[in-house]
């Protein structure tokens, strides 16, 4: 199962909980089932940049989650 | 991991294809667009820094002859809120009230209304006969004050975001961006020795030397054209549609060349406006702003207090680090806590951390993004701490951080483990640099800093067009504004094959090439570059597909080499290749026009790192700053054009000089910025700077097809600390804040004596 690290913004919507096991097989898969799990949760994230495996993605979508996959949720930077 | 390729045109350092357009005065910058029958806007601007507007009375000057326009913010639909793209961009509500006041004033040169006139001395007379009422409110500007529960509010609907708890009163703190890791208490107790400090950088600008301008015309239909210097004119057109109120599709924007944005011209301030005159006078309407105006009214970035905390172990093994770092956002929220927060540790694997970056509201200009925003104030505070506690160990201080350097597979501070980075490459380099360990001039002082930056990916398109010659037209919609147009015409030209002489780029405008982001963020070359790629390669499959009908075998049994459609080895030996010139004279036979194109969302963008060596020199009675010498080390991934790569290494160490020793901000206790102008604001020279050094590292950026990591934004975050760390080289104390101007050494001289 992909271990999800989550950010402190989004702790509300998960009471607390700052890391996660899921299994998906992409990024669309894992944010269903993070959403399903802490409902609310998917409108704060949309809004996150992503890393999968270490490799940043500003706006993922099928990016393939292995079963060991780390993911992590961080601001989106767009820089100047 | 540097991957080893031969590469024919990749590294090399041809002239750049604008370049004798601009030396000679022919290239358009923003300003130099002019149309028939074209008017003059001008805007007029607030006296109070923080007021309600009670009334504005613009009949006197629509009774001026030759005045055609005048507009105040009630002119403008009401914005919903929205985020708007770009850092520090902010809501889209924030940025229209940004570009028009509507009920109050937040800064001293805030607009409150705008005319056009058929002259700007006409213009500057319908300014002056607009009547503006204020109910001055109170003002407040230093950072701690704005933060007090009983500050003056800016906005009384802002609700800290970022809290555990929901705030549940309004105050000036827009957000709080946290980080952490472990156990502080135990990091800390784990410490052999502790350095606690707190700095303060001050609001700077950006100092691009073209002033914002753009002209704009709109027909009866509604559909505006605006000419414009910026960075990315899809982006600022989108924002100036949803100011407005207004299509994308009804607006084109045409980006002219810029006289420099580093990352102020990402957000509108006079292309709103521009259309809204232009449609209610009936003419073309330009408008460009004096230096003063750019100073009081655009985009500086954010001043900051630094607190910091860092632990270590006697053999310099880093156990615990804490900031406390407060940014000013100025009038509207959208300081870059985010990344300020995500840098600040980002180059060492510290097991206990904890970061607070807070938001903050005050009557100052909003503040818009500048080069690698927020790392620079953040990371000094880190990078300063790291030289005092290897002083106190007696450690060189590249030693104490290469000691705790991350490198690939290490958990960085802000989440995800690092892929390949080439930061220990960067320390390496630094330890062997002549400039290192050469002696250091008599009374003078050495500093070693290290940057870091992110880097970003994000949306491009891009065409490539084979002429009937064989040459070839690479579009794109990417603002040139470090030389990239030569960088796409040198990947474009390694792809296909194909001298780079025979290669011409035009960044097109909205109408004629595809979606791209801004030029921000030190994507271009990396993002723009890869649709360039991609887009060739969608050439070259055409060609082989031709090719190969030509020749009436399957497409499989031809390859691209050289240039050429060859046939595969081994099998039509007899068969002549046909190089792209040849394949592209047969064209209208073989399918019509050969063109490739390519949209993309570029993922993966490598992480950048540098390392800076200065040697200030210190004049003991007046506090004068001399740069002695200046080395720029830095990881480009791989360099496409090194030309262009150290000049963005030189550029970014010249404006982090600038801010380190002279630049900032100067308010009044009214929030009048006393220094408007680049008399006052002392930006360095030609002649305050010696020849910057640079050297280029080259670890491979796997996500990259040539290995580029983007190289804009990490050069102007080291200077910084480097010029503290140079000072308390040669001064025997830490001054902790900047810029190290003469008063400010003087004082902290006189203060030790």
Same mark, same amino acid.
């Given at each position: 199962?992909?271990?999800?690290?989550?950010?402190?913004?989004?702790?509300?919507?998960?009471?607390?909980?700052?890391? /996660? *096991? =899921?299994?998906?097989?992409?990024?669309?898969?894992?944010? $269903?089932? !993070? @959403?399903?799990?802490?409902?609310?949760?998917?409108?704060?994230?949309?809004? /996150? *940049? =992503?890393?999968?495996?270490?490799?940043?993605?500003?706006? $993922?979508? !099928? @990016?393939?989650?292995?079963?060991?996959?780390?993911?992590?949720?961080?601001?989106?930077?767009?820089?100047? | 991991?540097?991957?080893?390729?031969?590469?024919?045109?990749?590294?090399?350092?041809?002239?750049?294809?604008?370049?004798?357009?601009?030396?000679?005065?022919?290239?358009?910058?923003?300003?130099?667009?002019?149309?028939?029958?074209?008017?003059?806007?001008?805007?007029?601007?607030?006296?109070?820094?923080?007021?309600?507007?009670?009334?504005?009375?613009?009949?006197?000057?629509?009774?001026?002859?030759?005045?055609?326009?005048?507009?105040?913010?009630?002119?403008?639909?009401?914005?919903?809120?929205?985020?708007?793209?770009?850092?520090?961009?902010?809501?889209?509500?924030?940025?229209?009230?940004?570009?028009?006041?509507?009920?109050?004033?937040?800064?001293?040169?805030?607009?409150?209304?705008?005319?056009?006139?058929?002259?700007?001395?006409?213009?500057?007379?319908?300014?002056?006969?607009?009547?503006?009422?204020?109910?001055?409110?109170?003002?407040?500007?230093?950072?701690?004050?704005?933060?007090?529960?009983?500050?003056?509010?800016?906005?009384?609907?802002?609700?800290?975001?970022?809290?555990?708890?929901?705030?549940?009163?309004?105050?000036?703190?827009?957000?709080?961006?946290?980080?952490?890791?472990?156990?502080?208490?135990?990091?800390?107790?784990?410490?052999?020795?502790?350095?606690?400090?707190?700095?303060?950088?001050?609001?700077?600008?950006?100092?691009?030397?073209?002033?914002?301008?753009?002209?704009?015309?709109?027909?009866?239909?509604?559909?505006?054209?605006?000419?414009?210097?910026?960075?990315?004119?899809?982006?600022?057109?989108?924002?100036?549609?949803?100011?407005?109120?207004?299509?994308?599709?009804?607006?084109?924007?045409?980006?002219?060349?810029?006289?420099?944005?580093?990352?102020?011209?990402?957000?509108?301030?006079?292309?709103?406006?521009?259309?809204?005159?232009?449609?209610?006078?009936?003419?073309?309407?330009?408008?460009?702003?004096?230096?003063?105006?750019?100073?009081?009214?655009?985009?500086?970035?954010?001043?900051?207090?630094?607190?910091?905390?860092?632990?270590?172990?006697?053999?310099?093994?880093?156990?615990?680090?804490?900031?406390?770092?407060?940014?000013?956002?100025?009038?509207?929220?959208?300081?870059?806590?985010?990344?300020?927060?995500?840098?600040?540790?980002?180059?060492?694997?510290?097991?206990?951390?904890?970061?607070?970056?807070?938001?903050?509201?005050?009557?100052?200009?909003?503040?818009?993004?500048?080069?690698?925003?927020?790392?620079?104030?953040?990371?000094?505070?880190?990078?300063?701490?790291?030289?005092?506690?290897?002083?106190?160990?007696?450690?060189?201080?590249?030693?104490?951080?290469?000691?705790?350097?991350?490198?690939?597979?290490?958990?960085?501070?802000?989440?995800?483990?690092?892929?390949?980075?080439?930061?220990?490459?960067?320390?390496?380099?630094?330890?062997?640099?002549?400039?290192?360990?050469?002696?250091?001039?008599?009374?003078?002082?050495?500093?070693?800093?290290?940057?870091?930056?992110?880097?970003?990916?994000?949306?491009?398109?891009?065409?490539?067009?084979?002429?009937?010659?064989?040459?070839?037209?690479?579009?794109?919609?990417?603002?040139?504004?470090?030389?990239?147009?030569?960088?796409?015409?040198?990947?474009?030209?390694?792809?296909?094959?194909?001298?780079?002489?025979?290669?011409?780029?035009?960044?097109?405008?909205?109408?004629?090439?595809?979606?791209?982001?801004?030029?921000?963020?030190?994507?271009?070359?990396?993002?723009?570059?890869?649709?360039?790629?991609?887009?060739?390669?969608?050439?070259?499959?055409?060609?082989?597909?031709?090719?190969?009908?030509?020749?009436?075998?399957?497409?499989?049994?031809?390859?691209?080499?050289?240039?050429?459609?060859?046939?595969?080895?081994?099998?039509?030996?007899?068969?002549?290749?046909?190089?792209?010139?040849?394949?592209?004279?047969?064209?209208?036979?073989?399918?019509?026009?050969?063109?490739?194109?390519?949209?993309?969302?570029?993922?993966?963008?490598?992480?950048?790192?540098?390392?800076?060596?200065?040697?200030?020199?210190?004049?003991?009675?007046?506090?004068?700053?001399?740069?002695?010498?200046?080395?720029?080390?830095?990881?480009?991934?791989?360099?496409?054009?090194?030309?262009?790569?150290?000049?963005?290494?030189?550029?970014?160490?010249?404006?982090?000089?600038?801010?380190?020793?002279?630049?900032?901000?100067?308010?009044?206790?009214?929030?009048?910025?006393?220094?408007?102008?680049?008399?006052?604001?002392?930006?360095?020279?030609?002649?305050?700077?010696?020849?910057?050094?640079?050297?280029?590292?080259?670890?491979?950026?796997?996500?990259?097809?040539?290995?580029?990591?983007?190289?804009?934004?990490?050069?102007?975050?080291?200077?910084?600390?480097?010029?503290?760390?140079?000072?308390?080289?040669?001064?025997?104390?830490?001054?902790?804040?900047?810029?190290?101007?003469?008063?400010?050494?003087?004082?902290?001289?006189?203060?030790?004596?």
């Amino acid at each position: 199962m992909a271990r999800v690290c989550f950010p402190e913004n989004v702790l509300p919507y998960t009471a607390g909980v700052r890391e /996660a *096991s =899921v299994v998906a097989a992409n990024y669309r898969d894992l944010l $269903a089932a !993070l @959403e399903s799990r802490y409902p609310g949760i998917r409108e704060k994230l949309d809004k /996150a *940049s =992503v890393a999968i495996d270490g490799l940043i993605y500003q706006d $993922a979508f !099928l @990016e393939p989650i292995g079963r060991d996959s780390e993911v992590h949720f961080l601001p989106r930077i767009e820089g100047g | 991991m540097a991957e080893a390729v031969d590469y024919k045109v990749v590294g090399s350092r041809p002239v750049r294809p604008d370049g004798a357009d601009k030396v000679t005065g022919r290239a358009q910058y923003g300003a130099d667009i002019n149309l028939p029958n074209m008017i003059f806007g001008r805007v007029l601007r607030s006296t109070v820094a923080h007021a309600r507007i009670k009334s504005i009375d613009t009949s006197a000057a629509r009774a001026i002859d030759g005045v055609y326009a005048v507009i105040t913010g009630a002119d403008f639909p009401q914005s919903e809120s929205g985020e708007i793209g770009g850092e520090g961009g902010g809501d889209v509500a924030d940025v229209a009230q940004n570009v028009m006041a509507r009920d109050k004033v937040y800064y001293h040169g805030h607009a409150v209304a705008a005319v056009a006139a058929k002259s700007q001395s006409i213009a500057e007379a319908a300014l002056a006969a607009i009547r503006v009422e204020y109910e001055k409110l109170p003002v407040v500007l230093d950072i701690l004050d704005a933060m007090k529960e009983d500050a003056p509010l800016l906005n009384a609907n802002n609700f800290t975001k970022g809290l555990p708890e929901k705030a549940t009163r309004p105050s000036n703190i827009a957000s709080v961006m946290t980080l952490a890791r472990g156990d502080l208490d135990e990091g800390f107790a784990a410490a052999d020795i502790i350095h606690e400090s707190e700095h303060r950088l001050p609001m700077a600008h950006q100092g691009y030397i073209e002033p914002h301008a753009c002209t704009a015309t709109i027909n009866e239909t509604g559909q505006a054209t605006v000419w414009l210097a910026t960075q990315g004119h899809f982006d600022t057109r989108a924002q100036a549609a949803k100011i407005l109120g207004r299509s994308i599709s009804d607006l084109r924007f045409i980006a002219t060349e810029i006289g420099g944005g580093f990352g102020g011209k990402t957000v509108v301030y006079l292309e709103p406006l521009a259309i809204l005159l232009a449609e209610k006078s009936g003419r073309p309407v330009k408008m460009v702003m004096t230096r003063e105006e750019v100073f009081r009214a655009t985009g500086p970035t954010s001043g900051s207090i630094a607190r910091i905390k860092v632990g270590a172990k006697k053999d310099g093994t880093i156990t615990a680090a804490k900031a406390w770092i407060a940014m000013e956002a100025g009038a509207f929220a959208g300081a870059p806590v985010g990344p300020a927060a995500m840098a600040i540790f980002a180059p060492y694997t510290i097991p206990n951390f904890k970061v607070e970056v807070f938001d903050v509201l005050n009557n100052k200009p909003k503040v818009a993004a500048y080069r690698a925003p927020g790392a620079p104030q953040s990371m000094h505070c880190m990078e300063v701490a790291l030289n005092e506690i290897a002083i106190r160990l007696g450690m060189d201080p590249i030693d104490l951080r290469m000691k705790n350097a991350a490198e690939e597979g290490t958990q960085a501070s802000y989440g995800p483990k690092f892929p390949v980075i080439g930061f220990k490459e960067c320390l390496q380099a630094a330890k062997a640099h002549p400039n290192w360990t050469k002696p250091i001039p008599a009374g003078a002082g050495r500093g070693f800093a290290v940057g870091f930056w992110f880097n970003v990916g994000m949306q491009s398109s891009a065409e490539v067009h084979i002429n009937d010659d064989g040459t070839v037209r690479v579009v794109e919609g990417s603002p040139d504004i470090g030389g990239s147009r030569a960088s796409m015409c040198i990947m474009a030209a390694e792809t296909l094959g194909v001298p780079y002489e025979r290669v011409r780029a035009l960044v097109g405008d909205t109408e004629s090439t595809g979606f791209c982001n801004v030029t921000g963020g030190s994507r271009t070359t990396f993002a723009t570059g890869m649709a360039v790629i991609r887009a060739c390669e969608d050439v070259i499959a055409q060609c082989k597909n031709r090719v190969a009908a030509t020749w009436g075998i399957d497409a499989d049994q031809v390859e691209w080499k050289d240039g050429k459609v060859v046939p595969r080895p081994g099998v039509n030996a007899d068969l002549k290749p046909l190089s792209l010139a040849e394949i592209a004279a047969k064209s209208a036979r073989t399918g019509g026009p050969i063109s490739g194109r390519a949209s993309l969302n570029a993922q993966g963008a490598g992480a950048s790192f540098a390392c800076n060596i200065v040697d200030l020199a210190f004049d003991r009675e007046t506090g004068k700053v001399d740069v002695l010498s200046f080395t720029a080390i830095q990881d480009a991934g791989k360099a496409i054009h090194p030309a262009y790569v150290e000049g963005q290494y030189q550029g970014g160490a010249s404006q982090g000089l600038g801010w380190a020793l002279n630049e900032e901000y100067l308010f009044n206790k009214d929030g009048i910025m006393e220094n408007a102008g680049f008399l006052d604001y002392r930006m360095p020279v030609a002649s305050d700077l010696p020849m910057i050094d640079t050297q280029i590292i080259e670890v491979f950026n796997p996500t990259h097809p040539f290995g580029v990591r983007g190289v804009g934004e990490t050069g102007i975050i080291a200077p910084l600390a480097a010029c503290s760390n140079a000072a308390r080289s040669a001064l025997g104390f830490i001054v902790p804040d900047l810029p190290l101007s003469p008063p400010r050494v003087l004082a902290a001289i006189e203060a030790q004596s």
